[in-house]
Structure formats: C-alpha cells, structure tokens
C-alpha cells in the first residue's frame, strides 16, 4: 500500500479515523480509495458529494508527496493503523488515528506502558509525586507516555530520563516544530530513548483544539493513565474521561479538599472514575506486577537452592517465613555460631541472603 496514498487520506478534511476505517473496508486499501471512481465512491455508506470532489481533487495527493519528503529527510516512522507496529492498545480505540508520525527509538508495543498526566501550573507536591511515582517504576521497565507540557508532563518526561527509562511525549502539533520551545533539549534527549509521537503533518501549530485531540492518543495507547494533579476544568480530566471511555485503567492521587490542583484527582476518584493510589506501590499492586516480580524471584531462587549444602537449605528454608537474627537461626537449625558464620557468608556471597544491622538476616 503506497505510504503517500495513506498519508493522502489523513489530508481530506472531511476524513476522519471513523470515515477513514469505513472506506479502506470497502476499497481495501488507500490507494483503492484514490483510484475509486465517483459512482463507486458514492455507494459507500456515509460518503457524500462533498467528500467524493475532495477525494478525487489532486491536492491531498500533492501534500502528501510534501510530507514524505519531510519525513524520509527526517528519520520519521509513518505508522499506517494496518501495520504490525502500529501501537496495538491505540488500535483498538474505536476513533483511532489511521495514520501516526513517530519519531524515537521506543516499542509502542512495550509490554508495560503507562500515561502520566497532570495540572500546567504543578505544585512542589504534584511534582515530587510524580518524580517518585517514575522512580518507583524504574525497575519494571515501564514505558511512561505524556505530553510534554509543563508541569506534570515534563516533571514526568525529566525523570524518566534521569532513570534511564523509555518516555515518549504525545504532541499537539506536527514534528517540525516543538511547543514548548524551552522543552527542545528535554525532547531531543527523549528522542535517543523513548520519543516524539504525533497524528499531526508538518505546519501543524499547536492550536487549543489540537490538545484535547492528542489526549485521545495519550489515553488509548496505555495500559493505564495516572493523573497526578489536575484541576477541575484541567485537561488531565478529558485524558481521564477518554479513558474511561474506552475501558482502560485510570488513577489518580488525592489531595487536601482546599487545593485547587487536588480538586480535580478528589473528583475523579469521588466520582468513581479513578481508582485512588497513595503511591506507585499501590498502582504497582492493582496492575498485578508485583506478582510477576514475587514469581520471577521465588523462581530465582529454587535455581539457586539447586546446589545449596544441606546447612545451607535450613537456613534458606528458615527465612523464607522472614527475617531472623543470627542466634535464633543457631537456635533452630542447631547449627554452632562458627559453622554457621561459614553458611551464613556463602549465601551472603552467592547474593541468596541479605545482611542487615544487628546481626539480623533476610533473603535477597
């Protein structure tokens, strides 16, 4: 299928995902769309006169040849909604994009991806909140999408890099420019491992209603959307009902009842639309990972216990029930304090055991 005819599509305003979908089910392909003639264009269910000149207009085709200029000089991933890369969870939203510009290194098919969004004008707590929430999820190889604006967005995107995680900002605009400007350093580091992802074309500003439209695209291509601060009216709030909307997962933290950037996350979660986290813990815990992590380390450790010495499995054994301190090991395995200093320090070594103030010891 020819990438300009796909991205021809995208340019005939009277287009949109939904109509999109519905003509390349009855054409087959996009370039059958373009090659369509009028009659056959007409007897497509929901296309009218207008829609037809449009299509058989050249100029969408013209644009089309612009862009792909734009993003071969460029490096940019055109992503077709029928391709095996397309974000699969986006895919499935039922006013889907058909057609996405990605610029990165990131999988938007990452096994865990989470959206994180918030309030512009973020608090010190908001913030703080959402550095932990980022640290916290570093070690399970989370995905973090946002949007790249200020406050919560960009608090979010800044951690993810200092931790070495994947983070891909959603934009309201197209790639051949960036907004906010004073986010160009933040963006080209996210580019390297995470990066940049958008619906819109080149000369694309970054009007009001592009935002909420994009909030689509950040909802729907998680497993999940926290929100982190918001106002009553914030955009935080339409990601959150978009969410919902198509079924998905959505958090929020709670605040004090007087804190206008608490207001609207107290709503959410009031209103039954959120699920309320204190910490990434809990989120970590709803999403079930924290049992994956349990799994992969109990499984860990029966490899390890394969060539333990028969002191040694007493005391692994012993300690699975939780930390002990060295004399109530000597107590119950009836091993003597030096014998079990040797046993102890082997495990210690192979990296079974943890060592810790008091004499006291637990599994790894």
């Given at each position: 299928?020819?990438?300009?005819?796909?991205?021809?599509?995208?340019?005939?305003?009277?287009?949109?995902?939904?109509?999109?979908?519905?003509?390349?089910?009855?054409?087959?392909?996009?370039?059958?769309?373009?090659?369509?003639?009028?009659?056959?264009?007409?007897?497509?269910?929901?296309?009218?006169?207008?829609?037809?000149?449009?299509?058989?207009?050249?100029?969408?085709?013209?644009?089309?040849?612009?862009?792909?200029?734009?993003?071969?000089?460029?490096?940019?991933?055109?992503?077709?909604?029928?391709?095996?890369?397309?974000?699969?969870?986006?895919?499935?939203?039922?006013?889907?994009?058909?057609?996405?510009?990605?610029?990165?290194?990131?999988?938007?098919?990452?096994?865990?991806?989470?959206?994180?969004?918030?309030?512009?004008?973020?608090?010190?707590?908001?913030?703080?909140?959402?550095?932990?929430?980022?640290?916290?999820?570093?070690?399970?190889?989370?995905?973090?999408?946002?949007?790249?604006?200020?406050?919560?967005?960009?608090?979010?995107?800044?951690?993810?890099?200092?931790?070495?995680?994947?983070?891909?900002?959603?934009?309201?605009?197209?790639?051949?420019?960036?907004?906010?400007?004073?986010?160009?350093?933040?963006?080209?580091?996210?580019?390297?491992?995470?990066?940049?992802?958008?619906?819109?074309?080149?000369?694309?500003?970054?009007?009001?209603?592009?935002?909420?439209?994009?909030?689509?695209?950040?909802?729907?291509?998680?497993?999940?959307?926290?929100?982190?601060?918001?106002?009553?009216?914030?955009?935080?709030?339409?990601?959150?009902?978009?969410?919902?909307?198509?079924?998905?997962?959505?958090?929020?933290?709670?605040?004090?009842?007087?804190?206008?950037?608490?207001?609207?996350?107290?709503?959410?979660?009031?209103?039954?639309?959120?699920?309320?986290?204190?910490?990434a813990n809990d989120l970590i815990y709803y999403l079930g990972w924290?049992?994956?992590?349990?799994?992969?380390?109990?499984?860990?450790?029966?490899?390890?216990?394969?060539?333990?010495?028969?002191?040694?499995?007493?005391?692994?054994?012993?300690?699975?029930?939780?930390?002990?301190?060295?004399?109530?090991?000597?107590?119950?395995?009836?091993?003597?304090?030096?014998?079990?200093?040797?046993?102890?320090?082997?495990?210690?070594?192979?990296?079974?055991?943890?060592?810790?103030?008091?004499?006291?010891?637990?599994?790894?």
């Amino acid at each position: 299928m020819s990438t300009i005819h796909k991205i021809a599509l995208t340019f005939i305003k009277s287009i949109g995902p939904v109509m999109a979908k519905n003509l390349l089910a009855y054409c087959g392909s996009a370039e059958a769309v373009f090659s369509a003639s009028r009659k056959q264009l007409l007897q497509i269910p929901g296309i009218g006169e207008k829609t037809v000149d449009a299509i058989l207009n050249t100029d969408a085709l013209k644009r089309a040849e612009q862009e792909l200029l734009f993003v071969e000089r460029h490096g940019v991933e055109v992503l077709f909604f029928t391709d095996e890369n397309y974000p699969g969870r986006l895919k499935n939203c039922f006013d889907a994009p058909i057609l996405i510009y990605f610029k990165g290194k990131a999988d938007l098919n990452h096994p865990r991806i989470i959206s994180i969004v918030g309030a512009r004008n973020a608090t010190d707590y908001g913030k703080a909140l959402c550095r932990q929430l980022c640290e916290v999820l570093a070690p399970y190889q989370v995905l973090i999408v946002s949007g790249l604006a200020y406050g919560i967005d960009v608090t979010a995107h800044k951690e993810c890099i200092s931790n070495k995680m994947a983070t891909i900002g959603v934009l309201g605009h197209g790639l051949d420019r960036l907004y906010p400007q004073i986010h160009k350093s933040i963006a080209q580091k996210m580019v390297l491992n995470g990066g940049l992802l958008s619906e819109f074309p080149t000369l694309t500003n970054p009007d009001r209603p592009n935002f909420p439209q994009r909030n689509r695209i950040i909802a729907g291509i998680a497993d999940a959307t926290i929100v982190v601060e918001a106002s009553i009216k914030g955009g935080a709030l339409i990601t959150a009902e978009i969410a919902n909307s198509y079924n998905k997962d959505v958090y929020a933290f709670p605040g004090r009842t007087n804190d206008v950037f608490s207001e609207g996350c107290n709503f959410l979660i009031k209103t039954n639309r959120a699920g309320l986290i204190n910490s990434a813990n809990d989120l970590i815990y709803y999403l079930g990972w924290d049992n994956e992590v349990k799994e992969k380390k109990k499984n860990a450790q029966t490899t390890l216990q394969i060539n333990l010495t028969a002191n040694e499995q007493k005391v692994v054994d012993l300690l699975q029930n939780g930390q002990m301190a060295i004399d109530e090991i000597s107590i119950v395995t009836n091993l003597q304090q030096s014998k079990l200093a040797i046993v102890m320090l082997t495990l210690e070594m192979q990296g079974i055991i943890i060592s810790l103030p008091g004499k006291v010891y637990k599994l790894a």
